[in-house]
């Protein structure tokens, strides 16, 4: 079970996610988010490259 608090300061447009969740889940959404903005970074660098 994973539940979500999201709280937006004032006209900032930074919002906070709080997470509570077993640290398996957290683990598994870090490496996730990890690879896919490694990929990101990746496909970027080879359209500088070209």
């Known amino acids: 079970r994973a539940s979500v608090t999201r709280r937006t300061f004032g006209h900032s447009g930074i919002a906070v996610h709080t997470w509570y969740a077993c640290p398996a889940l ?25």
Not at 41 to 47: A, E, G, H, I, N
């Open 26 to 50: 957290i683990k598994s959404i870090w490496a996730m988010a990890i690879s896919q903005h490694q990929f990101y970074l990746d496909r970027k660098q080879s359209k500088v490259s070209v």
